[in-house]
């Protein structure tokens, strides 16, 4: 699925257990939910959290907020039955944790379709297996349904044996895989999650390591983490000034048939222009969404 500017600076995980969380989270700014049904759920709850969970995608109420269904994977017990339920509930996206292989996901896919999934319900990958890391470039070209790549650092760092810290250096290598996949293949892209709820300058020094590595927004565990995920992932004020100051320039040297243009002292080329673009459309994305419009 082709990416549109569509706004995922902060995407909330809540259990599909937690009917609270489900209905606090409409008046949350987060850009996307995430309605958990595989981590965050007890075996026992897992039934009563699928429907749950359906019911309220179903119901709506989230305004312009994305709104993810992560089910089990089809391995386990509850699997099938939670992707046959997620299929009809109208989600935008359900998200298939564990993902190994770019069969798994076709697999996932025909059962969806073969339950009247719409058309315009996505599938988004969880990136946080060794194996799934080294199959990153044939997961994001395994079908065109797919939208995004979600990292899940938790699962990955206990696979890997390392170590949660600051710096994230045992991540480095699993992260870039999945960026470079991601972008080849036009998918969007979302960091994982960061767990010391109590450690505001932690969690934005994250948030900002995310940025600069290129992705476009982080998984979040607790509202508390939401403005700050969007203040980081959303493009400043002053970047928003100068990608149009830069667009208007642009387009005034093309016309006087030049390829080039300086623009405060700054060499811009078309490449610079594309991002200039991508920056102002983001920034409408989000106004629609922040004023209900969207
Ligand atoms: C971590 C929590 C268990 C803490 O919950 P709680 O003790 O209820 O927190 P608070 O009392 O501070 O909550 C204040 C109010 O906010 C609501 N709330 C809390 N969390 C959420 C949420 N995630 N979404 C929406 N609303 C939330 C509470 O209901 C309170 O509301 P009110 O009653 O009106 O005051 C809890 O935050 C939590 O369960 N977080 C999500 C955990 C989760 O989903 N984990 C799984 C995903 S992470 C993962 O699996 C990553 C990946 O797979 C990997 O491998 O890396
Ligand atoms: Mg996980």
């Not at 990416?3 to 909330?12: D, F, H, N, Y």
């Not at 709104?67 to 089990?72: E, F, K």
Request: aromatic share 4%; net charge negative.
């Amino acid at each position: 699925m082709r990416q549109t500017a569509r706004p995922r600076r902060s995407v909330l995980y809540m259990p599909g257990s937690n009917a609270r969380a489900q209905e606090k989270a409409k008046s949350l700014p987060a850009d996307a939910l995430i309605l958990d049904l595989e981590d965050a759920v007890a075996p026992d709850a897992k039934a009563e959290a699928r429907g749950i969970v359906c019911d309220n995608v179903r119901s709506g109420g989230y305004g312009g907020r994305e709104l993810i269904i992560r089910v089990n994977g089809l391995e386990t017990p509850w699997g099938r039955d939670d992707l046959v339920a997620a299929a009809g509930a109208g989600a935008d996206a359900i998200l298939l944790p564990k993902v190994e292989s770019g069969q798994q996901v076709r697999a996932a896919e025909a059962l969806m379709d073969a339950h009247g999934a719409a058309a315009t319900t996505a599938i988004w990958c969880m990136m946080e297996t060794p194996r799934g890391i080294l199959q990153a470039a044939e997961i994001a070209g395994s079908t065109p349904r797919l939208g995004c790549l979600v990292m899940g650092t938790s699962d990955l760092t206990k696979d890997l044996h390392a170590r949660h810290t600051q710096a994230r250096l045992p991540m480095l290598t699993s992260l870039g895989l999945c960026l470079l996949a991601a972008r080849a293949h036009d998918l969007a892209i979302l960091d994982g999650v960061y767990l010391d709820l109590a450690n505001g300058e932690g969690f934005a020094e994250s948030c900002r390591q995310g940025l600069e590595l290129g992705f476009d927004g982080k998984t979040l565990i607790h509202p508390s983490q939401v403005a700050g995920a969007n203040e980081i992932f959303g493009p400043t004020a002053a970047e928003i000034a100068e990608s149009k100051e830069i667009i208007t320039a642009f387009a005034a040297a093309d016309a006087a048939g030049k390829a080039v243009v300086v623009v405060n002292g700054r060499l811009v080329e078309n490449l610079h222009v594309e991002n200039a673009r991508r920056i102002v459309e983001m920034a409408a994305a989000i106004e629609a969404l922040e004023s209900g419009a969207a």
